[in-house]
């Protein structure tokens, strides 16, 4: 049996612009928002959306592609991390400027994280 493998670009071939198109959806970035959150890696079924199953598998692959995520299947899970290593290294702040600003209510308050927030261990 082979174990499945979803194809990631290499750090090198990673752009900005498909970055940046990456974070323009409000999904992908309650995704990124709660990968950030957890710290570590986390199972698709962790993150509520409010769309369908196929729509969120949709902004889940669009996040890959990008390499702004990273998955592997781990049994019958697919695990979702940051690439932040990467990101950080090819664009530094971007990733923690785009977190915090989620995280801001623009007037440098925190706003309210939402449903999706990681439980505590």
Do not use: W
Request: hydrophobic share 40%; glycine share 8%; proline share 7%.
């Amino acid at each position: 049996m082979t174990a499945r493998v979803l194809e990631h670009p290499p750090a090198e071939e990673i752009r900005l612009e498909e970055v940046l198109h990456a974070l323009a959806d409000p999904a992908r970035l309650e995704i990124v928002r709660f990968l950030a959150a957890a710290g570590g890696e986390v199972p698709c079924s962790a993150i509520d959306l409010a769309v369908s199953k196929s729509t969120t598998t949709h902004h889940y692959r669009v996040l890959r592609e990008a390499g702004v995520i990273s998955q592997v299947y781990r049994g019958t899970s697919k695990l979702n991390g940051l690439r932040r290593a990467d990101l950080d290294r090819l664009f530094p702040g971007l990733l923690d400027s785009v977190v915090n600003a989620l995280l801001s209510d623009g007037r440098g308050r925190r706003a309210d994280t939402g449903p999706a927030t990681p439980p505590t261990p």
